[in-house]
């Protein structure tokens, strides 16, 4: 059975930091790892898909990285903003079943 | 374009009466999920549909949950006889096809029993 873990389950850091969150899986064949972001109240928003091929995707500040071998996805947030405070989850798709399984996700804040 | 949207946005109901929650995909999407978000058990599959078939039932919590699609579009869930446990946020997403396609998700029911 897969189980996606991430650490840390919280994280606050001043604005401008680099800061990378951590994404572990226990069933390495998966067919994709995507990134999301979700606000208070909201739903959520898609950041990047890695598909099990590829060793990382980059949209603006940020970066994720795949190792599907160790079972790891990290995501890097480059000059982060007060903007980028939100939780952050990592589901991955494994290759006999079409549902996600999510994480725990990472609630980041950013303060001034 | 449109997202994923989903109505109602809140839903306050009393324990045992029957709900049902509407989830619009995105235009031409052909596969729909159906997700659970609840404090203490985190994100949980519930049901996907391929077009209006729904070959991965195995997230329903019990026979009071049931779903349906028609004209591979529009999609309900239903609960019947709702118990408080069934308080939660639920969320539906979207792929352009199945087979692990990148899921886009609704901004969520939030279904409050009382």
């Known amino acids: 059975k897969q189980e996606v873990t991430q650490i840390p389950a919280a994280l606050s850091v001043p604005e401008g930091e680099n800061l990378v969150l951590n994404c572990s899986f226990t069933?390495?064949?998966?067919?994709?790892l995507q990134w999301f972001r979700q606000d208070p109240g909201k739903g959520l928003t898609s950041l990047l898909l890695?598909?099990?091929?590829?060793r990382e995707q980059t949209s603006g500040r940020l970066n994720a990285s795949l190792d599907k071998s160790s079972g790891r996805s990290t995501l890097y947030i480059a000059a982060s903003q007060p903007g980028d405070s939100a939780t952050y989850l990592c589901?991955?798709?494994?290759?006999?079943?079409?549902?996600?399984?999510f994480g725990t996700g990472t609630r980041l804040q950013v303060f001034p | 374009g449109a997202g994923v949207s989903q109505s109602p946005s809140n839903k306050v109901t009393e324990k045992g009466k029957d709900v049902e929650l509407r989830c619009d995909p995105i235009?031409?999407?052909?596969?729909l999920y159906w997700y659970r978000q609840s404090l203490g058990q985190g994100l949980e599959f519930l049901i996907y549909?391929?077009?209006?078939?729904?070959?991965?039932k195995s997230g329903l919590p019990s026979d009071r949950f049931s779903a349906e699609r028609t004209g591979g579009s529009v999609s309900t869930l239903t609960i019947q006889r709702t118990q408080q446990e069934d308080s939660a946020v639920y969320l539906c997403?979207?792929?352009?096809?199945?087979?692990?396609?990148?899921?886009?998700f609704g901004p969520g029911t939030r279904l409050t029993v009382l």
């Open positions: 235009s031409g999407h052909t596969a």
């Open positions: 549909f391929q077009g209006n078939s729904a070959p991965d």
């Open positions: 069933d390495s064949a998966i067919y994709n």
């Open positions: 589901a991955v798709a494994s290759y006999n079943t079409d549902k996600l399984i």
């Open positions: 890695i598909q099990s091929s590829q």
């Open positions: 997403a979207s792929s352009k096809r199945g087979g692990n396609g990148e899921q886009f």
